[in-house]
């Protein structure tokens, strides 16, 4: 990892986009796109599912073409017959329709071009411009040379007639792995050594999920890329740093190559985020060895398990747009996707009354077998979301932590002879308590002020505690799961065993958490604020009969922007 990782950024506002200015040079009058419709594309390996760096790339592909009033394509980087999956396809597809974009018919599969590409390289050789080399990896590599000395290639003049006999025959599985490789003749003293005659096409006896057996030779990735750019269109190939210094490779290949457009290739950093790990490899170690629940697990940075977490679209295509591109490489805090997310849900949560870790409370002036019911907004920052009610009677839940027998210097919740308000109810003031054997709380007791119904004291008396309750009688229990990192460093990419720093407390599951009866209407695309708790969502192991709701955030915000 470069330097320039090590900072922490907190993204600015409105930092104005390169690959903007690039674009809207090459589409003006003059330009080398003059006239011409943007036209970008994401091109994922379905090797894995999506996460947030991901996002970030499609937010950077697909936003462009929709600035620009242009198109984006989807195609599956799938030239690379490993570990490749329809099973990835379908959930890349679905990530990328949840986060809002659309390529209508635009979606491809690399794979697609593999007769194309064949008959390219083909040409390339009768131009001269690339043969048969065999040259193990170990010899390609003792003999690459170093910055004073230029490559040595021994098989690079032989005929064009031989190289084209050659890979015919890889072609035809005549040769084992490795055997043979097809070069580019390029530059073998060139300083990028990516430059030094490089591999364009290798054998690989290996059933690809498409084309099944058909092929035993493959394109390498830079070759590949520019001829599948080319063949949809792309103007403007937009990708990540590290194949910066593989551009000229791709002018290379443009530019010798008879094909039917001339995509230009820009480079943006990656996203990279703290507390969390992002590479495929990674990820699916975590999902394989069983360190989470699978690739959706809400502790996940991929885009499934974020959104199971309770992410919403517009919370990630912010986060997005405010970390904005660059070209230097850093890595953003995960508080500050967790802040888009409050931000965002915010807006949108319905507002409820959950007790996590509920005990008693017991109103001993109020009347046994009343009950009252108060009508509550939905959203105070959302009026047309409407209002519901809630059940009030003598029997409520409160949350454990909203009680000390003896009261810490500070603590403003019950305590006895302290009065506290119930949110939207009344003014208690509490009374004392029963214990369990073990010495913990069991019930509180308190009375009520009948004069304070909605919270307010008529003799302007200051009450300084509010905490939320459920009501005893008709609320339901929950499941509830609360998150924390995976990793207990900041920086786990860093370490040389990412295995050795997981979080053992990064889950904790409370079960018979009492929550008010309205949530027995949850749906997952429903986000909630249990107040004073965070915000929450719906898990999909949730039945009826047993509610699971996932936090998908705390309330606090603990992310300081530039600190
Ligand atoms: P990983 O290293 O996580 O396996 P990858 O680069 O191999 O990622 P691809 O499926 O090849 O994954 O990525 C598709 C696109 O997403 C590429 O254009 C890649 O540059 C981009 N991308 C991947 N990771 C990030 C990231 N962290 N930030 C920005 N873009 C990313
Ligand atoms: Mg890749």
Redesign the pocket.
């Known amino acids: 990892m470069s330097e320039t990782n090590k900072n922490l950024t907190a993204p600015e506002e409105g930092s104005g986009n390169f690959i903007h200015t690039f674009i809207a040079e090459d589409i003006a009058e003059n330009g080398r796109f003059a006239g011409q419709r943007v036209h970008t594309r ?4 379905p ?2 599912y999506l ?1 947030i ?2 996002a ?2 499609i937010c950077v592909d697909f936003g462009t073409a929709e600035k620009f009033g242009g198109l984006c394509n989807l195609r599956m ?1 799938d030239t690379n017959p490993t570990k490749e999956d329809t099973e990835y396809v379908d959930a890349i597809k679905e990530d990328i329709r949840w986060l809002g974009f659309s390529w209508d018919d635009r979606f491809h599969y690399a794979s697609d071009y593999f007769d194309t590409m064949y008959e390219l390289a083909v040409k390339l050789i009768e131009k001269g411009l690339a043969y048969v080399c065999e040259l193990t990896p170990e010899q390609m590599h003792d003999n690459r040379g170093d910055l004073t000395h230029p490559a040595v290639s021994p098989y690079r003049d032989r005929p064009i007639a031989e190289s084209l006999a050659l890979f015919a025959r890889m072609k035809a599985g005549e040769f084992a792995d490795g055997r043979m490789t097809l070069r580019a003749k390029m530059d073998l003293a060139s300083g990028n050594f990516n430059l030094r005659d490089p591999v364009i096409y290798r054998i690989n006896h290996m059933h690809h999920h498409r084309t099944g057996d058909k092929w035993c030779v493959y394109p390498m990735y830079d070759f590949a890329h520019p001829i599948e750019d080319a063949m949809e269109g792309i103007t403007h190939s937009l ?2 740093l590290e194949f910066e210094e593989h551009r000229p490779l791709y002018d290379w290949v443009i530019e010798h190559i008879d094909l039917p457009a001339k995509p230009r290739q820009i480079e943006f950093a ?3 985020i703290n507390n969390t790990v ?4 990674k990820l699916r170690k975590l999902v394989e060895g069983g360190f989470v629940s699978g690739w959706d697990d809400p502790r996940m940075p991929t885009l499934c398990g974020l959104r199971r977490r309770g992410f919403t679209p517009a919370s990630i295509r912010n986060f997005c747009s405010r970390i904005g591109v660059s070209k230097v490489d850093s890595t953003v805090e995960y508080g500050f996707l967790e802040h888009c997310l409050r931000e965002d849900l915010n807006l949108k949560a319905r507002r409820t009354m959950a007790v996590l870790h509920p005990v008693k409370l017991v109103l001993t002036n109020y009347p046994q077998g009343q009950t009252e019911t108060f009508t509550v907004e939905n959203n105070p920052e959302r009026p047309e979301d409407g209002t519901r009610e809630v059940t009030f009677s003598r029997e409520l839940w409160i949350e454990a932590g909203d009680f000390l027998e003896e009261p810490v210097k500070g603590y403003r919740r019950l305590f006895p002879g302290n009065e506290v308000r119930l949110k939207t109810a009344y003014i208690v003031r509490c009374t004392g308590c029963d214990k369990n054997e073990d010495g913990s709380v069991k019930t509180v007791y308190a009375e009520y002020d009948p004069e304070t119904r909605g919270g307010n004291t008529p003799d302007g008396r200051k009450v300084r505690g509010t905490i939320h309750w459920v009501n005893a009688a008709d609320c339901t229990e929950a499941e509830v799961r609360l998150y924390g990192s995976l990793f207990t460093v900041p920086e786990p990419e860093q370490e040389e065993d990412f295995l050795t720093v997981l979080n053992p407390d990064s889950l904790q599951v409370l079960q018979h958490c009492k929550v008010e009866p309205s949530l027995r209407e949850a749906d997952a695309a429903m986000p909630f604020q249990f107040m004073r708790e965070g915000y929450f969502c719906l898990d999909k192991d949730s039945t009826p009969a047993h509610l699971v709701f996932n936090r998908s955030v705390s309330l606090k915000d603990g992310f300081k922007p530039n600190k």
């Open positions: 994401f091109p994922p390996e090797n894995g996460h760096g991901h970030k790339a980087d990708c990540t990656r996203l990279g992002m590479s495929k490899r």
